[in-house]
DNA sequence: ATGCCTCAGCTCCTGAGA
């Protein structure tokens, strides 16, 4: 079984690279982030053409997340259940046996304002309820865009970014503490690359230059990690014209 | 230096992203 995550800033502009990668790339489960667009305007009928179910959590401008299946996907769920949100960030199903989460974290701005206390606060609400469907679902996946580096390796400017959105010590104690709830960095569970990053910054030829961060995590839990038996970034989209700023990762299970 | 890209929208500028 192959999943995958992928930030598309504007699926929108982004669907046919998301069509060629599917095609290049059939995985069994896609998680879409910033689709910024509503459910009315979601491409059900072109993703349907390739193969995919898709269960949609659209929201105008901003935000938006939606899942592909090739497999019919059952108890789907919107947002996190016991934390008020006016954002559409998550979508969970289970598909083929498996309790996918897809999520596009906030993004923060900046260490002490209004919308870096509603990460934090987010943050907390996620795991308050992470930690209640582990004990539903054991096999579980917690995947997406992240909007927080888990350390210097993540970063390709450790010292000038240090503190900074996406670097900071309170950022990070959310990450780790969704680790001690018994989840795993699929990534890391195998030796990397140095300089190994899934977002790139438009600006300045972040990409070319390899300026990046790596925000966009694959989380399994117990259950699953002895199943895991790769873990990769796909840099590939990230050379076409009009790319998305983030790469996808896949993960591949036994 | 509060921008450099990119995207959406009450679109010819602004807010947000990261």
């Not at 930030?7 to 502009?13: A, D, K, Q």
């Not at 459910?39 to 959590?57: I, N, R, S, V």
Request: charged share 25%; glycine share 6%; net charge negative.
């Amino acid at each position: 079984m192959k999943l995958a995550t992928w930030n598309v800033n504007s699926l929108t502009v982004r669907l046919p690279q998301v069509l060629d990668w599917l095609a290049a790339n059939p995985v069994d489960v896609l998680a879409l982030q910033e689709l910024k667009l509503t459910d009315d305007k979601f491409p059900f009928d072109a993703l349907a053409q390739a193969g995919y179910l898709a269960q949609c959590f659209g929201q105008k401008t901003y935000n938006g997340v939606a899942l592909l299946s090739r497999a019919s996907a059952t108890d789907v769920v919107r947002n996190i259940p016991g934390f008020a949100d006016d954002m559409a960030r998550v979508i969970s199903a289970t598909i083929d046996d498996v309790r996918v989460i897809g999520a596009y974290f906030p993004n923060g701005q900046e260490p002490g304002s209004e919308k870096f206390e509603y990460k934090m606060s987010w943050l907390k609400g996620l795991r308050d309820w992470v930690r209640a469907e582990l004990v539903q679902h054991p096999k579980l996946v917690l995947m997406g865009d992240y909007n927080i580096t888990f350390d210097d390796a993540d970063v390709w400017d450790p010292i000038g970014l240090k503190d900074t959105i996406h670097c900071t010590e309170e950022e990070r104690y959310h990450l780790r503490a969704l680790i001690a709830l018994g989840l795993h960095d699929a990534l890391r569970l195998f030796v990397q690359p140095a300089k190994n990053y899934s977002w790139w910054d438009y600006r300045d030829f972040g990409f070319r230059r390899n300026r990046g961060l790596r925000i966009d995590h694959i989380l399994v839990s117990d259950a699953l990690k002895p199943s895991v038996t790769t873990c990769v970034i796909d840099k590939t989209p990230r050379k076409n014209e009009r790319p998305s700023d983030h790469a996808p990762v896949v993960l591949t299970l036994l």
